[in-house]
T-cell receptor
Framework: QKEVEQNSGPLSVPEGAIASLNCTYS??????FFWYRQYSGKSPELIMS????GDKEDGRFTAQLNKASQYVSLLIRDSQPSDSATYLC????????????FGSGTQLTVLP | DADVTQTPRNRITKTGKRIMLECSQT?????MYWYRQDPGLGLRLIYY???????NKGEISDGYSVSRQAQAKFSLSLESAIPNQTALYFC??????????FGPGTRLTVL
């Protein structure tokens, strides 16, 4: 079982809709969770971090964390074509090394 | 100026050649990482370093070596490049609790 799992997509939403990206993780002791956006051929860009249960909002982005269900999500409101990218979920493990483990990413396309 | 820089940005080389990719950061982070990314395989960790005297193998270290010359510098070497090392290579930095910040990447092609 992969440590961090994401639906690879592709996920397509119309412009102006809400895009919902989901991620599950296997290490129950994980404490830190991140979402990255990666445009094709570019480096991953950190867009959200969340550390406690509940919602965290930043502009059009909302990260949601449910540690009991080992589930983290990213909502993008009022999706724009410029949001079309691959979104990577990443989790810091609870071990001594505190490694950051990445999911394989979900490809999002926002249709004009 | 960019917080994390990588040189070169693109490199084409031949099988058997030695290649060094360099990474520098101005974020003041202790931790530095090297990843490769291949289509459909996501990011895979090659090596990581938590401080100047600490070097650790990642998921796919075979065929690679690293050197942490200073807190701000971390280089990746391919001693004898082979075609299946053709990939996009990223350097990243972090502190103990933050997410990682990535450099712009090096596109390496081994013929």
């Amino acid at each position: 079982q992969k440590e961090v799992e994401q639906n690879s997509g592709p996920l397509s939403v119309p412009e102006g809709a809400i895009a919902s990206l989901n991620c599950t993780y296997s290490d129950r002791g994980s404490q830190s969770f991140f979402w990255y956006r990666q445009y094709s051929g570019k480096s991953p860009e950190l867009i959200m971090s969340i550390y406690s249960n509940g919602d965290k909002e930043d502009g059009r982005f909302t990260a949601q964390l449910n540690k009991a269900s080992q589930y983290v999500s990213l909502l993008i409101r009022d999706s724009q074509p410029s949001d079309s990218a691959t979104y990577l979920c990443a989790v810091i493990s609870s071990g001594s090394a505190r490694q950051l483990t990445f999911g394989s990413g979900t490809q999002l396309t926002v249709l004009p | 100026d960019a917080d994390v820089t990588q040189t070169p940005r693109n490199r084409i080389t031949k099988t058997g050649k030695r290649i060094m990719l360099e990474c520098s950061q101005t974020k003041g982070h202790d931790r530095m990482y090297w990843y490769r990314q291949d289509p459909g395989l996501g990011l895979r960790l090659i090596y990581y370093s938590f401080d100047v005297k600490d070097i650790n193998k990642g998921e796919i270290s075979d065929g690679y070596s690293v050197s942490r010359q200073a807190q701000a510098k971390f280089s990746l070497s391919l001693e004898s490049a082979i075609p299946n090392q053709t990939a996009l290579y990223f350097c990243a930095t972090s502190d103990e609790t933050s997410g990682q910040f990535f450099g712009p990447g090096t596109r390496l092609t081994v013929l």
